[in-house]
């Protein structure tokens, strides 16, 4: 469960303006999917990284965008 | 509790950067120095004059004056013709809200702003059409930022429209008795296992209402949660993802369709029909009402028709919720001046919320010229056994001048009313009925309407 809530709020940064409560519900629900979506985003980043190590690893050649 | 000796609206106090006040039939707002930043980047921004072009906000003018308790802005609003709330909309009603609500959010981020919150009482509706008129939601947009309103919207749009499209009940009782609409928590209690573990809604009410849960003691999750970041486009994935699925829902029901509904229950022949809908006509020729409210306006036949006579304006009252809907479809697609809304006349809106001024009455909130009340009496003369003086005056109260339908025994209507009951209504006759207008109004005509007896009775207060 601890692990869970710490994975929901990775991200730091001070909420405004919340005249209303947000609720920790739904601000928990909010950090999942911005880790989700930071997740999502670091394997995009490292995908090619990844796919390059894999076909060098069966002796291929890199793709001709890898600088 | 003043402004320039103008009385401040009960509903306008949870945002303390501004207050709205009502005087003399106009609508001000004061925005206080705090929040002026988040106003002027509304209006240069070229936000605030597309929202008020495609009549999404309530248009604003800004006045040479400033508020001498915080030296703030004040502006005045244009004036809706009606005020509503939440739980005297049908089902498509708030779906429209909803969706208003999200598009106005979307609009607002693509110029750099987003809203605060996410309340229902800032969306009206003038004729079909949904309003948002809170200018003190929007607010800068820094990149990061979490949709605090997000649970919100749940609470007042998602979860009441799951409610009515789960389980087929209409959601208006709940949201009257509660100011903050249907929490996440009560929704899931009542929804079987599989409801609540299907992908949208899992995501949406179930794992929100569980960490709650799990979290209310857990101070370190709960500063944490609150220091999240959210990327702009995963707010607009948010913000369009509630949009699609808000789309899909529907309410649940039985096997009436709207289509027959009309058609079944009413018990007129052409001639019968037409002659009603001349005398409706006549009536409205006669007084030129700007406003009109039809009680128990089932699909708005005869609204419609008040409106082909001049009336400028119909607000339509029924308690039956699939007449409401066609009378809302019909409003819309004709693009008809008319709001049909939810009102049970034996239990009409109260005052209600934080001091009990906070949500106005029905009665309090009465600014009709004429009245029509056709095939409407009998129902609550004889279904809940209000005593016809009682309701006269009632409805006689309600506006100047008016049409109201009297229903004889005999009438197959009214009869089906009897079927199942003893007859205690010894009191019902056309002349008591009479006595009972002659008592608070004159009579200023009569037509009779139907084979059965029916006759509509057009009324005038006395000065």
């Not at chain 2, 025994?409 to 089906?416: I, K, Q």
Request: with cysteine.
């Amino acid at each position: 469960m601890k692990l869970l809530l710490l994975l929901m709020t990775a991200g730091v940064s001070e909420s405004a303006f919340a005249y209303i409560d947000p609720g920790t519900g739904s601000l928990l629900l909010q950090g999942l999917l911005a880790a989700i979506v930071g997740a999502l985003a670091g394997i995009k980043f490292y995908w090619k990284k990844i796919s390059n190590a894999v076909a060098r690893l069966f002796g291929r050649r890199q793709s001709s965008d890898q600088e | 509790m003043t402004f320039g000796g103008m009385s401040i609206e009960g509903g306008s106090f949870r945002d303390p950067r501004g207050r709205v006040y009502s005087h003399d039939g106009r609508i001000f707002r004061t925005i206080t120095p705090k929040a002026q930043g988040d106003y002027r980047k509304l209006v240069e921004s070229g936000l605030y004059s597309r929202l008020v072009d495609k009549h999404w906000l309530t248009a604003t003018v800004e006045l040479a004056i400033s508020d001498e308790q915080t030296g703030g802005l004040v502006v005045e609003h244009e004036r809706l013709p009606f005020v509503s709330y939440p739980y005297e909309w049908t089902f498509s009603q708030l779906k429209a809200a909803a969706l208003h609500q999200l598009d106005v959010h979307l609009e607002a981020l693509n110029h750099g702003l987003t809203l605060s919150d996410a309340s229902a009482y800032n969306v009206q509706f003038i004729d079909a059409n949904p309003i948002f008129i809170d200018l003190l939601s929007f607010r800068r947009y820094e990149e990061g930022m979490l949709w605090v309103g997000h649970r919100q919207f749940c609470e007042h749009y998602l979860h009441p429209l799951l409610f009515t499209a789960t389980f087929g009940i209409p959601f208006n009782h709940w949201l009257r008795s509660s100011m903050e609409g249907l929490s996440g928590q009560d929704l899931v209690s009542l929804m079987p296992l599989h409801r609540r573990l299907s992908p949208r809604t899992f995501l949406n009410v179930t794992l929100p209402s569980w960490l709650q849960r799990s979290s209310s003691n857990n101070d370190a999750a709960i500063e944490r949660a609150s220091k999240a970041r959210l990327r702009k486009a995963t707010l607009e994935f948010m913000l369009r993802s509630l949009r699609d699925w808000v789309s899909s829902l529907n309410p649940k029901v039985g096997n009436t369709t709207w289509g027959d509904y009309y058609e079944v229950t009413h018990n007129y022949s052409d001639s019968e029909s037409r002659a009603k809908h001349r005398i409706v006509s006549e009536f409205i020729t006669r007084w030129k009402p700007t406003m009109v409210w039809d009680m128990g306006c089932n699909t708005g036949e005869f609204s419609e028709t008040a409106l082909s006579a001049g009336a400028t304006r119909v607000i339509g009252f029924d308690f039956d919720q699939m007449a409401l809907e066609g009378a809302y479809r019909r409003a819309k697609e004709r693009k008809l001046a008319f709001l049909p809304l939810f009102q049970d006349a034996a239990n009409p809106s109260p005052d209600h919320g934080w001091n009990g001024v906070e949500r106005k009455s029905l009665m309090s909130r009465r600014n009709a010229d004429a009245l029509i009340a056709l095939a409407f009496e009998h129902h609550l003369a004889i279904g809940r056994n209000i005593p016809l003086d009682h309701l006269i005056a009632w409805l006689v109260s309600l506006a100047p001048v008016g049409l109201v339908e009297f229903v004889p025994r005999g009438d197959s209507n009214l009869d089906r009313l009897l079927r199942h009951r003893e007859d205690v209504f010894d009191d019902y006759t056309e002349d008591n009925f009479r006595s009972a207008i002659e008592a608070v109004a004159q009579v200023d005509r009569v037509d009779v309407v139907s084979a059965s007896g029916r006759k509509l009775y057009w009324y005038s207060r006395r000065a």
